[in-house]
């Protein structure tokens, strides 16, 4: 059961927390007036930030209106509305959009970061966590509500061509060796390389439907490009087939701790800056885990979670970076394609919308 106490401790179960309270705020307030709250988290976290502003002195540093007192004070008079449907859409695509591997946390993800603010927070989480529709996503794999997504901008064909998972081991070993040999591990190093962890992207991934009828695929993307035009199509997974369930931070270590594949060189410049801490860092070796699964399923509570925070394996670590919530990879083709494709669309403003 996902808790308050869950949703408080890592990167972006805070970030969902308060997404929510913002959607709210947001719903209650008068058209002709402005969300305080949103206002006052967007400029007590541009104060972090550091950011100057020009004015016809020449630049000068940003001085925000509001701190984050101001944010602990607003809080509490948000009022909440049921946690369902679309405002859990929205705080969840916020949190998820938030997500970054590549650099520091934003000033928001900084803010809400401090004792203070989470337990602000705290009567936020409470309620989110006394919610249906929060704890159905913590739910195991829907087997029978499981979508493909095909964005018209990617060529390949996960279901006809996938990748082969000793091939993908093999190119790791050689990007790792290479990034040690380069880059020595320089902590100073100013340099990114490829901060993913969930299997190879060439692999069948699916989802299934969020209230409004959209497959998560559509909207729940971390580090998403943008596409404009995507197709997605029901399919069944095999009677037999096997699958690893995500819930938590202890799923994630025991995967890397059965199958470790160190990727410090690959990685570490990366996730020393979203983490502060420089590591030996391992993820799971998806050309073993498919000796023993076929699908490996993260729920959107796992993510909650999990996602964004550092994960001891005994003496290493690790991160679940790049899988978005509610992601079923599929190590083996073990699903069938089912009746026609669904064709969706990005607007102007953002939104998804069927054709």
Known sequence: MLSAEDLLAGPRGRRFVLEFALACDCATTSPDTFS?????????????SGRTIWSITGPQPYSPTYQRADVVRL??????????????????????????YWQPPDETDQLIAGAELREALRPVAEHLAASA???????????????????????????AAPPSLAEWRLDILWENERAERDHQLDPEANWS???WSMPPSGLPNTTSRLPGGRPAGLILVEDELAWRQASAQQV???????IYEIHGPDDW??????FPLEVTGRVGADWRKVT???RRWVIPDWSRVADHFDGV???IGGYLRSATRVIDVGDSASMIAGWSPDTTWWLHNAVTLVGQPEHWHRQSDGSVVRD
């Not at 069944?236 to 096997?242: I, K």
């Open 276 to 278: 502060g801490q420089l």
């Open 193 to 195: 390389g490829a901060w």
């Open 75 to 100: 809080l509490p008079a948000t009022r909440l509305l049921p946690a369902e449907g679309e405002l859990l859409t929205t705080a969840l695509c916020g949190t998820v959009g938030a997500a970054m």
């Open 236 to 242: 069944v997974p095999d009677e037999a087939a096997r």
């Open 297 to 299: 399923h993260l729920s």
């Open 36 to 48: 305080e709250l949103n206002h006052a988290v967007l400029d007590a976290a541009w104060g972090l």
């Open 253 to 258: 270590m025991h995967l890397c701790t059965q």
């Open 133 to 159: 529709a929060v704890q159905d996503g913590d739910r195991p794999l829907r087997r029978d509500d499981q979508w493909l997504v095909r964005w018209y901008d990617d060529e390949a064909d996960p279901i």
